[in-house]
Every structure is written in C-alpha cells, then in structure tokens.
C-alpha cells in the first residue's frame, strides 16, 4: 500500500542551526502539508502546497520556515536558524485531489525534532 | 476560527466493552471529518474518513457518525481489546477556499483498554 515517507526519524540540531525534514509523498498526490505537534500538544496545520507553490500557511510558518518541492517526488521543510520551541514531531501529509473520493489525508510516520 | 474538542481526554475501560468517543465543532462548514489512530511516539494512522453528506462511515469494529449541523462526530468501537489503546484524534477539513485538504485537530482522547 502506498505510503507516505518522512526522514530523518529523529534528528538533533543545535539551537541556530538549519535543519531540513524530508518527506516523500504518495506519488498521483497533488496537495501536500507539514503540520507539527509539540509534547503533549494539539497537532497544529504550518503549511499547505499545491502547483508548485504554498496556497496556505499558519502564523507559525513565519520567515524562519520555507517548503520546497525540488522534484517530482521530494517534498521539503527547512528551518533556517532552529530555535528550542521548534523541538516537536513534524508530520508531513498529502492528499489525492478534490472530489468524492480524493479527500482523506494520508500522514507520515514524523520526524522529531531535538533542538539543544 | 475552527475548534475542535475532544470528549473525554482519557478513558480507561476493560477489555470487551463497547465504548464512545465525542468530537465536536465550531464551525459547521466543513468538507470532511477524519479520524485517526496515534500510538505512543508514531505517525497518524486514518481509519475513517466522513464526507460532509454523509452521516457515517464503518470499517471493521469502529463506526463514526456525523451530524454537521450539531458540530459533532462521534466514534463508536466495537469490543474493545488491548490493542485498541492508543490516542484518537478527531480532525476537520473546512469547506472551500484556498486552504483544500487544511485540518484542524482536536486534543485527542488518549484510550487504554486493559485485559
């Protein structure tokens, strides 16, 4: 069954480093998301990307965070300089496309993210 | 602004037992309604998906119904086992615009169910 892919897992990073959290969506998806939850936290929307660019984004997507889908199959979240309230799990998710049946959502398995 | 709330934050019930969990919201144009699945420390796992013209949806031993007009979902799992325990979470997909697929999440309510 096809799924959705996120890598590192886990990763650690140093407070003022830039960090980039990869994710490989469902391959005939055209929407894709990044949404974070901190511990013990509602899991919170950051970003919504469809045609190339991003059709929505949440107050804490400020300029510190950018997407990028470099290719036909990589879906990217970079943080430019991590702070410590940017340590959460990072889920990455798409989904088909509009219509009947083109609407659930199909998440990652996350990458949490440690910043010391 | 869409709010999603979760009834209740934990519940803890024997193995067996039939057992209810509530979402609610705010706001009643939605798209669609998702549950999901989420162990300790994992990914979301969707289990069902509630189109806004539907009023509900079974797969397997859960069924999740829909009343858009109330604001309310609620999931209904059938014989509970150990397995079950995990964290559900409700999540919305507000109607039109430019924010498609965008979804709002409940707190979740955190299962255990012991033998």
């Known amino acids: 069954e096809p799924e959705v892919t996120q890598t590192p897992s886990h990763q650690v990073t140093q407070m003022g480093q830039e960090v980039i959290l990869r994710c490989v969506p469902i391959?005939?998806?055209?929407?894709f998301y990044w949404y974070r939850q901190i511990l013990g936290q509602k899991v919170e929307f950051l970003v919504s990307f469809y045609n190339n660019e991003i059709s929505e984004k949440s107050e804490i997507f400020d300029d510190q965070f950018s997407v990028e889908r470099p290719d036909g199959s990589n879906f990217t979240l970079k943080i430019r300089s991590t702070k410590l309230e940017d340590s959460a799990m990072y889920f990455c998710a798409s989904i088909p496309g509009r219509g009947f049946d083109g609407t659930e959502a199909f998440f990652g398995q996350g990458t949490r993210l440690t910043v010391v | 602004k869409q709010e999603v709330t979760q009834i209740p934050a934990a519940l803890s019930v024997p193995e067996g037992e039939n057992l209810v969990l509530n979402c609610s919201f705010t706001?009643?144009?939605?798209?669609?309604l998702q549950w999901f699945r989420q162990d300790p420390g994992k990914g979301l796992t969707s289990l069902l998906l509630i189109q806004s013209s539907q009023r509900e949806q079974t797969s397997g031993r859960l069924n999740a119904s829909l009343d858009k007009s109330s604001g309310r979902s609620t999931l209904y799992i059938a014989a509970s086992q150990p397995g079950d325990s995990a964290t559900y979470l409700c999540a919305v997909d507000r109607a039109g615009g430019t924010s498609y697929g965008k979804l709002t999440f409940g707190q979740g309510t955190i299962l255990t169910v012991h033998p």
């Open positions: 706001d009643s144009a939605i798209y669609n």
């Open positions: 391959s005939n998806h055209l929407y």
